[in-house]
């Protein structure tokens, strides 16, 4: 039987007799979709932040008091470290995403020390380290 003759009406089942969710990852309605779906969404909404950082970080009017500032990191950091790792179902994808989080946060704190209407410095790179690392005990405590 070739494929023009089969009826569209009725689903394809191989002589396994596995309906296609249980056979495909990625098919609606099965759990490796959902996580499909986790993934795509979190890689959209981390992109949208780091694109955002920079305005965030380097705008005069951005600078948060300095009260706040190392909370805020650590908290902004966190997020972005979940998503991150939401992002990517490999482990070695997983760490190199945490990385990069960090390397660009950290890239954003040396923009911000050569800035002139703003300062970075290395506390601040402390309380991204910090954040990082809570984001990823939340992540394996969510888990």
């Not at 009406?9 to 609606?28: C, L, N």
């Not at 902004?76 to 179902?89: K, Q």
């Not at 790179?125 to 969510?142: D, H, P």
Request: some cysteine.
């Amino acid at each position: 039987m070739d494929s023009s003759s089969r009826s569209l009406s009725k689903p394809f089942i191989p002589a396994s007799g596995e309906p296609a969710a249980a056979r495909h990852p990625v098919f609606p309605g099965s759990e490796g979709f959902q996580a499909f779906v986790v993934r795509v969404g979190s890689r959209v909404v981390l992109a949208i932040a780091l694109l955002l950082m920079p305005w965030a970080t380097l705008s005069p009017s951005a600078s948060p008091p300095s009260a706040i500032a190392a909370p805020m990191h650590i908290v902004a950091l966190a997020g972005l470290t979940v998503l991150a790792l939401l992002s990517f179902a490999k482990v070695w994808h997983r760490v190199g995403a945490v990385v990069f989080v960090f390397g660009y946060s950290a890239l954003m704190e040396l923009l911000q020390y050569y800035h002139p209407e703003r300062n970075g410095n290395m506390e601040d790179v402390g309380a991204n380290m910090l954040g990082c690392l809570a984001g990823v005990v939340i992540y394996t405590t969510l888990k």
